[in-house]
T-cell receptor, first 114, second 112 residues
Framework: DAGVIQSPRHEVTEMGQEVTLRCKPISGHNSLFWYRQTMMRGLELLIY????????DSGMPEDRFSAKMPNASFSTLKIQPSEPRDSAVYFC????????????FGPGTRLTVL | GENVEQHPSTLSVQEGDSAVIKCTYS??????FPWYKQELGKRPQLIIDIRSNVGEKKDQRIAVTLNKTAKHFSLHITETQPEDSAVYFC???????????FGTGTKLQVIP
């Protein structure tokens, strides 16, 4: 298995633009997580899905952020409009069934908002 | 919700010495405690985990201990090597809540 796949790996955009990050979880995994990592705030859980259903989105910073999981093999995290403070590394992770199963992280997307 | 505190934030040890990283958690219902290692520019990767039905788990040079009464768990690395240099994250979760809460990370530097 190729592991969790994320795209793009790097994204540079200007303030106000829409940004879409993509994730393909490991085949057969039923839980998917979106994290944001910054020096100041560490590793933060933004949202997680179980069987394609959002279970907890309490970590989503504000209405500018939205996430979808239309099927078991694809998820998106969208920021609209983007702001410089959104600059961070965004990780997607998946696990077999539950959050308490091993989470496998993708390589991350480094987002820079100018 | 769960709150995980991790100490120290940075740790420097001489190669061959031991390193200990400590975490505390707040939710007594937590029953799963993974540790992740993140090398510079890489993704976090699970190195060891422990569940609440055991007090200690070992995997070669790495061990984790858990004290449920004190709500405290620790990572022990013996005979440290330069390749152990990384940021280590502890985390806590429970099967009911289905959410893993991470600590703030410890940057370990092993000096050759």
């Amino acid at each position: 298995d190729a592991g969790v796949i994320q795209s793009p790996r790097h994204e540079v955009t200007e303030m106000g633009q829409e940004v879409t990050l993509r994730c393909k979880p490991i085949s057969g995994h039923n839980s998917l997580f979106w994290y944001r990592q910054t020096m100041m705030r560490g590793l933060e859980l933004l949202i997680y899905f179980n069987n394609n259903v959002p279970i907890d989105d309490s970590g989503m910073p504000e209405d500018r952020f939205s996430a979808k999981m239309p099927n078991a093999s694809f998820s998106t995290l969208k920021i609209q409009p983007s702001e410089p403070r959104d600059s961070a590394v965004y990780f997607c992770a998946s696990s077999y069934t539950r959050a308490t199963d091993t989470q496998y992280f993708g390589p991350g997307t480094r987002l820079t908002v100018l | 919700g769960e709150n995980v505190e991790q100490h120290p934030s940075t740790l420097s040890v001489q190669e061959g010495d031991s390193a200990v990283i400590k975490c505390t958690y707040s939710d007594s219902a937590s029953n799963y405690f993974p540790w992740y290692k993140q090398e510079l520019g890489k993704r976090p990767q699970l190195i060891i985990d422990i569940r609440s039905n055991v007090g200690e788990k070992k995997d070669q040079r790495i061990a984790v201990t858990l004290n449920k009464t004190a709500k405290h768990f620790s990572l022990h690395i013996t005979e440290t090597q330069p390749e152990d240099s990384a940021v280590y994250f502890c985390a806590a979760s429970n099967t009911g809540y289905q959410k893993v809460t991470f600590g703030t990370g410890t940057k370990l530097q092993v000096i050759p």
